[in-house]
């Protein structure tokens, strides 16, 4: 006697087909926004709390930290990094502010950038960043509440 028929085995088949590849699907979550694996573009988040500008970041001074590779202009900057990575990253792991805010993850822009109470906020490009800094103070609140829930979307 068979339990099972034919077309009950034809569907379970077809079932576990779906959730073998729902399985193999790329499930990861980023919380730092990258590029290839490199955090923020490239750039090197220290240079924006000490040289007040972006700076593109060398392959000569890189490390991981949080599951991306930051690149730094100089050796001291990757130190000071290094010994303090909360101090000198940009909030929502330099996802856009704003998109945060929204309640979403979007890349950002190198040029597009603002420090705040000695934090780093990165956004989409300029235009986005105009309106993010027309209520700057009530969007980051709104973004400190959303980046628990936001952070765990997928990019």
Same mark, same amino acid.
């Given at each position: 006697?068979?339990?099972?028929?034919?077309?009950?085995?034809?569907?379970?088949?077809?079932?576990?087909?779906?959730?073998?590849?729902?399985?193999?699907?790329?499930?990861?979550?980023?919380?730092?926004?990258?590029?290839?694996?490199?955090?923020?573009?490239?750039?090197?988040?220290?240079?924006?709390?000490?040289?007040?500008?972006?700076?593109?970041?060398?392959? #000569?001074?890189?490390?991981?930290?949080?599951?991306?590779?930051?690149?730094?202009?100089?050796?001291? @900057?990757? #130190?000071?990094?290094?010994?303090?990575? $909360?101090?000198?990253?940009?909030?929502?792991?330099?996802?856009?502010?704003?998109?945060?805010?929204?309640?979403?993850?979007?890349?950002?822009?190198?040029?597009?950038?603002?420090?705040?109470?000695?934090?780093?906020?990165? @956004?989409?490009?300029?235009?986005?960043? #105009?309106?993010?800094?027309?209520?700057?103070? $009530?969007?980051?609140?709104? #973004? @400190?509440?959303?980046?628990?829930?936001?952070?765990?979307?997928?990019?």
């Amino acid at each position: 006697m068979h339990f099972w028929s034919k077309k009950s085995m034809k569907s379970l088949r077809f079932y576990l087909l779906i959730l073998l590849c729902g399985c193999n699907s790329d499930t990861s979550v980023q919380e730092v926004f990258t590029t290839d694996g490199v955090a923020i573009r490239g750039y090197d988040p220290v240079a924006y709390h000490t040289d007040g500008a972006p700076v593109a970041g060398s392959d #000569a001074y890189t490390l991981e930290w949080r599951d991306a590779t930051w690149k730094f202009a100089t050796a001291e @900057n990757m #130190a000071a990094f290094e010994n303090n990575p $909360e101090k000198y990253a940009p909030q929502f792991g330099g996802y856009c502010a704003y998109g945060v805010a929204d309640d979403h993850k979007a890349s950002t822009s190198p040029d597009a950038w603002t420090i705040v109470d000695g934090k780093l906020y990165l @956004n989409y490009d300029k235009d986005v960043q #105009a309106l993010w800094k027309s209520k700057q103070s $009530e969007f980051i609140e709104t #973004a @400190n509440r959303n980046w628990p829930e936001v952070k765990l979307q997928k990019y």
